[in-house]
């Protein structure tokens, strides 16, 4: 397999979607005047729009909309309900279960990176706030409630919070959502509606990461994740022969979310060093006789976990997921259906597991489809050194080498 670097600089301000949906200015339940994007987009977004673009790149996209399922696989991502079932049966999925996508065999989890290549990611939950330097909080053992083996955070205070921002990995540093995150309004209102029409939507563009604010420089984020494709295949050498060139660089358009804003794309071939970085500064967490796990990418758990500790902060997760051909429905839209509602742990959770509970809590969101997608990836404290030794992030069965 071979690891790519993609980047994506959004050329206008972008739209996100999420549960909130505006309303037409008629009284519909479940809808909104006022509708905000979220900061970053979801990894099925990511997955969709590079399924398309290596359509695109092999000159594969057709009026009928069928697609090269040599390339790209049959269908979108599909979460099949069955694996609650089959977890609490103890039954055990084999890598056929896994979804194919052709060529691709694995997505890392979206970061933010800089012009010098300085990646940036979620602040792990358990960083004192008023830090500007990650500094996770000291954790003291007590035996409260007849539980013996209970955790607190030291100098935790409630009113303060837990962190809502990003670290940088090379240093550490803290940046507040709003340094590097900004906010467009498009005001406006219905025409078919006489009354209540009015409807205000909140865009975001990135920032430029302003280390020395006093000198008013600079430099422009853009969003990154790595893409792990099958080099050995004939189909990625005959289909796309200028991703396997030495010095190759691939450039184009894509567009993404609502409105579909536009987006610079760029793929180059690089060795993965994310989670070298995240994993060194995820291991500055020593906790007394646990292991602790940092959430990289939206997790979805199987059932609770039995932890020690955590700090965590949840979120809905739902999807399009692609319906078979029918004769009535021939356009793209007309085979799209929406996921049900999942709920998910958002990125920089932790979590902090008893050593012998280890096993149990791993397999608590053991996902081979999001795993796949870059869904589901934990680092934990003591995963350094059988870490930095390995090549790549995705093994043949597109579960992940690194992470869990």
């Known amino acids: 397999m071979a690891d790519f670097y993609v980047t994506l600089e959004p050329l206008e301000p972008y739209f996100f979607g999420s549960e909130r949906k505006l309303g037409d200015g008629i009284s ?18 990511l997955l969709g729009m590079i399924r398309f673009f290596l359509l695109g790149q092999s000159g594969g996209i057709r009026d009928d909309y069928q697609v090269d399922e040599s390339l ?53 939950k358990n960083h004192l706030k008023d830090k500007g330097i990650y500094t996770p909080y000291e954790m003291i053992k007590v035996d409260a409630d007849g539980r013996k083996g209970s955790y607190l955070l030291k100098d935790y205070n409630g009113k303060t919070g837990i962190t809502r921002s990003y670290a940088r990995l090379t240093d ?26 009015f409807f205000k939507k909140e865009y975001k563009y990135l920032r430029r990461v302003m280390d020395k604010p006093e000198e008013g420089i600079g430099q422009p984020l853009r969003f990154a994740f790595f893409l792990s494709l099958t080099d050995d295949s004939e189909v990625l050498s005959l289909k796309l022969p200028h991703f396997l060139s030495k010095g190759c660089l691939v450039k184009g358009i894509v567009y993404m979310g609502l409105g579909k804003s536009a987006f610079s794309i760029k793929i180059r071939k690089k060795e993965n060093d994310f989670w070298h970085q995240a994993v060194d500064l995820v291991k500055r967490n020593c906790p007394q006789g646990l292991i602790a796990y940092y959430t990289v990418s939206d997790t979805l758990f199987l ?92 093994d043949e069965s597109a579960c992940g080498k690194r992470g869990y």
């Open 172 to 197: 550490g540093r803290i940046f507040k959502m709003e340094e590097l995150f900004g906010s467009a309004e498009n005001i406006g209102i219905h025409r078919r509606s006489e009354e209540e029409g």
């Open 303 to 394: 059932e609770q976990p039995d932890l020690s500790f955590a700090i965590i902060e949840t979120g809905n997760f739902r999807y399009l997921m692609t319906q078979s051909a029918k004769k009535n429905k021939k356009d793209y839209w007309g085979r799209m259906k929406r996921s049900v509602l999942h709920h998910v742990v958002k990125p920089g959770s932790m979590f902090w597991v008893e050593k012998d509970k280890e096993v149990e809590f791993k397999k608590s969101f053991d996902i081979a489809n999001c795993k796949k997608i870059g869904m589901n990836q934990l680092i934990g404290s003591d995963d350094y050194e059988s870490t930095i030794n390995e090549d790549k992030m995705f």
């Open 28 to 45: 519909e339940a479940g809808s909104f005047y006022f509708i905000q994007s979220e900061f970053v987009p979801s990894q099925t977004t």
């Open 72 to 124: 790209i696989g049959k269908s979108s991502f599909i979460l099949s309900e069955s694996i609650f079932e089959d977890f609490h049966k103890d039954k055990v999925r084999s890598v056929d279960d896994v979804q194919d996508f052709g060529v691709i065999k694995g997505i890392s989890p979206l970061f933010l990176v800089d012009d010098e290549e300085r990646y940036y990611m979620a602040t792990p």
